[in-house]
């Protein structure tokens, strides 16, 4: 599928709002909930780069001689739904927020990008590096559950709401968006059997980082 299909401005453009929301709303929560002066800076620190990597798409979407805002507006419905559905209540379910329930997000967009030309396809893992938020996230919810373990099973749950509210409103936007639904199942279509294979990794993924963050019994 080529750079400038319709798929490919579509995983863009909800990959540009995605980024511009996580952005948005890891600065608020840094301002909101974060208990120390350098937890709020460092949580900062990852949101400057989601903004960078929002920069990116957008720069990359205006090559393609489409309009960046026009390609994100389909999406901004769906995102802030999930955003608003999944709003953390305190800094614990922020932290889980900012690694799980992006992450899970962030590898429906991986999946899709498996049938783009390589060169979107190192764009998408360049802008889904998750190297800093993993770092600041797993560091710290493990120092939370060591001082307080009864965090663990609140938190899981959490979890697996964000995961679950994720995974439906990427099928929704699946539904909406044939041509991103084409990204995802390859030209030709894929057999119901490789669909299973993408929500079992999608699912592996999500066990990874539920494990990172010790809130799975072998954690």
């Known amino acids: 599928m080529s750079d400038s299909s319709p798929g490919i401005v579509d995983l863009l453009g909800v990959l540009a709002y995605a980024e511009l929301t996580a952005f948005l709303r890891l600065a608020e929560d840094a301002a909101l909930f974060a208990p120390t002066l350098n937890d709020r800076a460092a949580l900062g620190d990852v949101a400057a780069t989601e903004y960078g990597h929002f920069r990116v798409l957008r720069d990359r979407i205006a090559s393609l001689g489409a309009d960046p805002e026009e390609a994100m507006a389909p999406f901004v419905e769906a995102i802030d739904a999930w955003h608003a559905q999944t709003r953390p209540k305190d800094w614990y379910e922020a932290l889980v927020k900012a690694y799980v329930g992006v992450g899970i997000a962030g590898d429906f967009y991986r999946e ?108």
């Open 112 to 219: 899709a990008a498996r049938h783009a030309d390589p060169s979107i396809i190192a764009l998408v893992d360049e802008v889904l590096a998750d190297g800093s938020r993993s770092e600041f996230a797993v560091e710290r919810m493990r120092a939370a559950l060591d001082a307080d373990p009864r965090l663990c099973g609140r938190l899981a749950l959490w979890a697996r709401r964000m995961v679950g509210e994720a995974l439906s409103q990427g099928q929704r936007l699946a539904a909406a968006r044939p041509h991103l639904a084409a990204l995802l199942v390859g030209e030709q279509g894929e057999d119901l059997a490789e669909v299973g294979r993408m929500f079992a990794r999608l699912t592996e993924e999500h066990g990874r980082r539920m494990s990172e963050l010790g809130l799975t019994p072998n954690g």
